[in-house]
């Protein structure tokens, strides 16, 4: 059974353009989530997702982050413009339940992005 | 708000060794502790799960322990082996499957 699938792995781009990430959760898991991981820290959530529905944003800085899962599958993330602070890895992650008393998580192997 | 520490955040020893690696919350409302494992450069591997009714969980070498009332849990790692040179993160899952995690802690295995 394939995992979590992340890409691009890698981006660099200059500050001020525009990036996005794709992420295709594993099969038959309704639950998807966006991590942000810096440097030497754990990951920290910026969106949960149960199905289409966006149920936790609380952490997404909505002035240039923005976030889909149009069909309930795969799911992109976009950052426009991008800024310098954005370097960082981006993690998907998904799981089978939807309930509080939820299973594991799955990671990616997520999508490293170096602003210049 | 929840908090959660990794203590140490980088530990090395000889290969062969037994070590525990901890991890203290602050929030003790906790569903369940997750323990993962971060290779370099690669995404999170998850290593056990503990619910919140359980006291421990075992795999393989692995062996993490739960104690909600102090806010601690602890994963022990028997024999270890160069190969479980990594970076081990602690995850407590708390109501709307949010997801805390702590800031790691690095393990380099010796030969």
């Known amino acids: 059974e394939a995992g979590v699938v992340q890409s691009p792995r890698y981006k660099i781009i200059e500050k001020k353009q525009p990036v996005a990430f794709w992420c295709n959760p594993i099969s038959g898991h309704n639950t998807l989530y966006w991590y942000l991981q810096n440097l030497g820290q754990g990951p920290e959530l910026l969106i949960r997702y149960e199905n289409e529905e966006a149920v936790d944003d609380s952490q997404l800085p909505k002035d240039r982050f923005s976030a889909e899962r149009l069909k309930g599958v795969d799911s992109t993330l976009k950052i426009q413009p991008a800024e310098l602070g954005d370097s960082a890895v981006y993690l998907c992650a998904s799981s089978s339940r939807g309930t509080w008393n939820t299973g594991e998580l799955f990671f990616g192997e997520g999508s490293r992005l170096t602003v210049l | 708000k929840q908090e959660v520490t990794q203590i140490p955040a980088a530990l090395s020893v000889p290969e062969g060794e037994n070590l525990v690696l901890n991890c203290s919350f602050t929030?003790?409302?906790?569903?369940?502790l997750q323990w993962f494992r971060q290779d370099p450069g690669k995404g999170l591997t998850s290593l056990l799960l503990i619910q919140s009714s359980q006291r421990e969980q075992t795999s393989g070498r692995l062996n993490a322990s739960l104690d909600k009332s102090s806010g601690r849990s602890t994963l022990y790692i028997a024999a270890s082996q160069p190969g479980d040179s990594a970076t081990y993160l602690c995850a407590v899952i708390q109501g709307a499957q949010k997801l805390v995690f702590g800031q790691g802690t690095r393990l380099t295995i010796n030969p």
């Open positions: 929030d003790s409302a906790i569903y369940n």
